[in-house]
């Protein structure tokens, strides 16, 4: 069971509360009305999938309804923090290039 705490409201509450809303941070792509379907349907589609860390968002269904942000470990379901999107994106950046 996860416990979650939904930094917009506060509340820190088990899953049940909220809502899976995907891998988090997915680019759009940037001119999406000439875009190909194999491409459009790899932004739709395809996620990373990674055994280890990942930040998801998550949205809280029960309470306040606002989507944030969740860096869970999908092998142990660790989580290790929960932020607002705005909060996180810096943070994912700096992963992600660290990663590359």
Not at 6 to 27: K, L, N, V
Not at 62 to 91: I, S, W
Request: net charge negative.
């Amino acid at each position: 069971m996860l416990t979650l705490h939904c930094p917009h409201c506060g509340q820190t509450r088990e899953e049940e509360e909220f809502s899976y809303a995907g891998e988090a941070f997915i680019p759009r792509p940037a001119e999406s009305d000439s875009v190909d379907d194999r491409a459009w349907g790899d932004y739709l589609f395809m996620r990373r999938n990674p055994k280890g860390w990942l930040w998801e968002q998550w949205q809280h269904t029960a309470a306040c309804r606002k989507v944030f942000a969740v860096r869970r470990h999908t092998g142990t379901y660790e989580v290790d923090r929960c932020l607002t999107l705005a909060q996180a994106r810096p943070l994912f950046d700096m992963e992600i290039g660290e990663q590359a």
